[in-house]
């Protein structure tokens, strides 16, 4: 049996289980459901990821996830620890130089977790943020991007990646303009740009 699921502005067909509009019971004979979605793909996901994709969760859920789900800190290779810089200041030169020249790496392994010139989900950027200023919050760095980061970084943009299912922030290239995408659509955290900015 197939359901047609409508999250934000997605239909979704769900097989071999059933989800309900808060997405809270399942049919639990099965660990995994397939969604086939707009683009003809069908994906398997598990319920827990399933489910935290399509449920709004609030900051202190959003800040564990992304703590538990990196078990290392991970901070930017040759950049010192100790900064002089505001945390707004911070990443406004993550964007527009650190990002594109420096490996984003594992405090303690030393190993890459993301290469020089990548898009960057929150996740990271919160993560990175923590290990150069350890009494920064989930919501003072969401709040600078979704805010005076717009203004401040040339041609700062954002969209959703269609292929690790995250919204993602970077720097354009010096043609493209400073433009944020699927505005109205749902991150991998439940939220819209706007909820992240009520967010409390």
């Not at 923590?130 to 709040?143: A, F, G, I, R």
Request: some cysteine.
């Amino acid at each position: 049996m197939n359901v047609i699921c409508i999250i934000g502005s997605k239909t979704l067909t769900v097989n071999k289980t059933y989800v309900l509009e808060d997405y809270d019971e399942w049919d639990d004979t099965f660990d995994t459901i397939n969604v086939k979605g707009n683009d003809g793909i069908v994906r398997v996901y598990s319920k827990k990821r399933f489910k935290s994709n399509n449920i709004k969760m609030d900051i202190n859920q959003i800040t564990q996830k992304i703590t538990e789900f990196e078990k290392e800190p991970i901070r930017l290779q040759g950049l010192l620890k100790k900064r002089k810089e505001t945390l707004e200041e911070f990443l406004v030169k993550f964007f527009s130089k650190w990002n594109e020249e420096l490996d984003t790496i594992y405090v303690n392994s030393k190993r890459i977790q993301t290469l020089s010139g990548k898009r960057r989900s929150i996740g990271d950027i919160y993560l990175i943020c923590k290990y150069y200023y350890p009494k920064c919050t989930l919501k003072e760095v969401s709040d600078l991007l979704y805010g005076p980061l717009r203004k401040k970084i040339p041609n700062f943009r954002s969209s959703k990646c269609s292929m690790i299912h995250k919204r993602v922030f970077y720097q354009g290239d010096s043609q493209e303009q400073a433009q944020f995408y699927q505005m109205d659509e749902n991150d991998e955290y439940g939220m819209k740009p706007e909820q992240w900015l009520n967010a409390e």
